[in-house]
């Protein structure tokens, strides 16, 4: 399974993008997905989890209340972020984690084997 982000670019603070993450395989139903970051200078961080049936999201407390994380039922993932502030200015990854069950996404960046190349998101102030 290969992994494609996109939807990144350059946003005002406030404004609003949504990633989109597609698998090279026919269906992702079976892995949970989640998104991380990367701003500059800083180390990769977990931003939202989807699990495989979508029953359960995480977010991190960077996200709650302004990012929304989903899934369809094919090979698509999807990142919405609205408030956008500069402190979000990142590069956005996509990854996804085999499960043999609909479980609580994990956010640890260690446990995905799975990533995209990922997508830049520039929020100017």
């Known amino acids: 399974v290969q992994l494609q982000a996109s939807g990144g670019g350059l946003v005002q603070a406030g404004g609003s993008l949504s990633l989109s993450c597609a698998a090279s395989t026919r269906t992702l139903n079976a892995y949970s997905v989640a998104w991380f970051r990367q701003a500059p200078g800083k180390e990769r961080e977990f931003v939202a989890g989807?699990?495989?049936?979508?029953?359960?999201k995480r977010y991190a407390d960077s996200a709650k209340g302004r990012f929304t994380i989903s899934r369809d039922n094919g090979n698509m993932a999807y990142l919405q972020m609205i408030g956008l502030k500069p402190e979000d200015t990142a590069v956005y990854y996509c990854?996804?984690?085999?499960?043999?069950?609909?479980?609580?996404?994990?956010?640890?960046?260690?446990?995905?084997?799975?990533w995209g190349q990922g997508t830049l998101v520039t929020v100017s102030s």
């Open positions: 989807i699990s495989r049936r979508a029953d359960y």
């Open positions: 990854a996804a984690r085999y499960r043999s069950r609909d479980d609580i996404p994990s956010n640890r960046m260690d446990e995905f084997n799975i």
